[in-house]
T-cell receptor
């Protein structure tokens, strides 16, 4: 079946502009995560949506970052007034909780959006 | 705080065995994951441990000791295509049932002929 998709794959923007990054999770996956990965670095958690619950926004680095998840499916990560330090690959992942003991509920990652702020 | 440590780089020879270690200090532990990430690609799931012991899956095995905050990923019969970054990640659970993965910086493995 289809995996997690993200668009655009690459985005170059000027400092100070706003950008929107889109994520389409795997159909039926209730959890959706956004991460940021700078060159040669590990993944930095940004935000987590689980069903209809309030999202966990604890990883958002500043109030310039926000995310929405409409209808429990597609998600949009918005970065306002972009700065050069926002340049990174933004990865989206989704998972499904099977409701069985010790379920891994592993996350499936999309290909990412490479954001370059000039 | 939450902290995950793994070596930055490792090299190994094709056909050999390599062990990548990961140590963690976290609260709310709810499982440890290993992901493989080839350059320029998304991470892909390799293994999951939530109980102590060894989980084997083909050429890859993963071990967990919760009391020691320690895991390793064992790769056997190395192939050139195994050259990638290997990410150790701990799932932590917070009040309200929220959970998230905390990733280490990754170990870049280079396999040589």
């Amino acid at each position: 079946g289809a995996g997690v998709s993200q668009s655009p794959s690459n985005k170059v923007t000027e400092k100070g502009k706003d950008v929107e990054l889109r994520c389409d999770p795997i159909s039926g996956h209730t959890a959706l995560y956004w991460y940021r990965q700078s060159l040669g670095q590990g993944l930095e958690f940004l935000i987590y949506f689980q069903g209809n619950s309030a999202p966990d926004k604890s990883g958002l680095p500043s109030d310039r970052f926000s995310a929405e998840r409409t209808g429990g499916s597609v998600s949009t990560l918005t970065i306002q007034r972009t700065q050069q330090e926002d340049s990174a690959v933004y990865l989206c992942a989704s998972s499904f909780r099977r409701g069985v003991p010790r379920d891994s509920s592993e996350q499936y990652f999309g290909p990412g959006t490479r954001l370059t702020v000039t | 705080g939450q902290n995950i440590d793994q070596p930055t780089e490792m090299t190994a020879t094709e056909g050999a065995i390599v062990q990548i270690n990961c140590t963690y200090q976290t609260s709310g532990f709810n499982g440890l994951f290993w992901y493989q990430q080839h350059a320029g690609e998304a991470p892909t799931f390799l293994s999951y441990n939530v109980l102590d012991g060894l989980e084997e899956k083909g050429r890859f095995s993963s071990f967990l000791s919760r009391s020691k905050g320690y895991s390793y990923l064992l790769l056997k019969e190395l192939q050139m295509k195994d050259s990638a970054s290997y990410l150790c990640a701990v799932r932590v659970v917070f009040s309200g049932g929220y959970n998230k993965l905390i990733f280490g910086a990754g170990t870049r493995l280079a396999v040589h002929p």
